[in-house]
T-cell receptor, first 114, second 115 residues
Framework: KAGVTQTPRYLIKTRGQQVTLSCSPI?????VSWYQQTPGQGLQFLFE???????NKGNFPGRFSGRQFSNSRSEMNVSTLELGDSALYLC?????????????FGPGTRLTVT | AQSVTQLGSHVSVSEGALVLLRCNYS??????LFWYVQYPNQGLQLLLK??????LVKGINGFEAEFKKSETSFHLTKPSAHMSDAAEYFC?????????????FGKGTHLIIQP
């Protein structure tokens, strides 16, 4: 069974632009969570989607948004990019919503904002 | 609200020696606790988790952790380190109850294995 895939793997954007990252969960998984990983702040929860609905959201500004499609694939969007948005963005999928379900992580998308 | 403190951003042990990575948590509700490992340029892989029941949890690759409520700790151990254990390790906590709360991670501990 294929694992979680994230595209693109690497991305370079300019401050002020917007970016869309994509995550394809493991087949059959209905929940997708997004995390931001930076050297300074570590791993931080962005949001979780389950059955096309946002279930929970971390403490990030409204510039960070996401959505989930009927096939469970998910995208996250960051508008008006700032230098501080440079990070590794990790997506994790699970069978159901909530942490009692094991989360399987993708390799991440490395975003660099210049 | 939850928080996690991992003591030591870098831990170095000799191959064959005991591995001990420390994790203390704070949670306003009974916690679910996790240990993840991250190899370079890869995502996170779950090593083990504690939800309820037995406080000594065994995971993959010979790792285990013990939930100690009185000490609010969930330290990760492995009796004998192997070179392949060199990686970044993250402790994480979430509130119990099966809700949709995201995981709260510690800052991570980089494990170095000396030959």
């Amino acid at each position: 069974k294929a694992g979680v895939t994230q595209t693109p793997r690497y991305l370079i954007k300019t401050r002020g632009q917007q970016v869309t990252l994509s995550c394809s969960p493991i087949s059959g998984h209905r929940s997708v969570s997004w995390y931001q990983q930076t050297p300074g702040q570590g791993l931080q929860f962005l949001f979780e989607y389950f059955s096309e609905t946002q279930r929970n959201k971390g403490n990030f500004p409204g510039r960070f948004s996401g959505r989930q499609f009927s096939n469970s694939r998910s995208e996250m969007n960051v508008s008006t990019l700032e230098l501080g948005d440079s990070a590794l963005y990790l997506c994790a999928s699970s069978l159901g919503s909530g942490v009692t379900y094991e989360q399987y992580f993708g390799p991440g998308t490395r975003l660099t904002v210049t | 609200a939850q928080s996690v403190t991992q003591l030591g951003s870098h831990v170095s042990v000799s191959e064959g020696a005991l591995v001990l990575l420390r994790c203390n948590y704070s949670s306003s509700v009974p916690p679910y606790l996790f240990w993840y490992v991250q190899y370079p340029n890869q995502g996170l892989q779950l090593l083990l988790k504690y939800t309820t029941g037995a406080t000594l949890v065994k995971g993959i690759n010979g790792f285990e952790a013990e939930f100690k409520k009185s000490e609010t700790s969930f330290h990760l151990t492995k009796p004998s380190a192997h070179m392949s254990d060199a990686a970044e390790y993250f402790c994480a906590v979430s509130g119990s109850g099966g809700g949709a709360d995201g995981l709260t991670f510690g800052k991570g501990t980089h494990l170095i294995i000396q030959p």
